[in-house]
């Protein structure tokens, strides 16, 4: 009972304060465990603070040890441009956007 209160009522109050309740699990990590009702696979696109590419492709096995590691797949890979990954995220109000300050990467999550 006390875990059902727990999640229900949680968030909301950690909104209200301001504050993170995942603090010990990586945001990568968070958001990528999280698929939106009625979509079924994550893709990503990941950029450097200078807009340049480094790689995309469907998420297989995100890392939850914290390091920031996932694992992607896809046949020919495609390089994408700032302007489509952003076209692509645009489509779709679920979509995200993780920023890593820490590495200085931009990963664009698309959901299909």
């Known amino acids: 009972m006390i875990f059902i209160c727990y999640n229900k009522f949680a968030p909301k109050i950690a909104d209200e304060l301001n504050m993170n ?16 009702d009625g979509k079924k696979e994550q893709f990503l696109i990941i950029f450097d603070f200078n807009d340049n590419y480094i790689s995309s492709g469907y998420v297989r096995n995100v890392d939850d040890q914290g390091n920031q590691q996932v694992e992607l797949y896809g046949q020919d890979e495609r390089v994408f441009t700032i302007a489509e990954a952003r076209d692509e995220y645009q489509n779709d109000d679920k979509n995200s956007i993780i920023i890593d300050y820490k590495n200085r990467l931009k990963s664009y999550v698309i959901l299909y």
């Open 21 to 36: 309740l995942y603090d010990n699990q990586g945001t990568m990590e968070h958001v990528l465990s999280q698929i939106p």
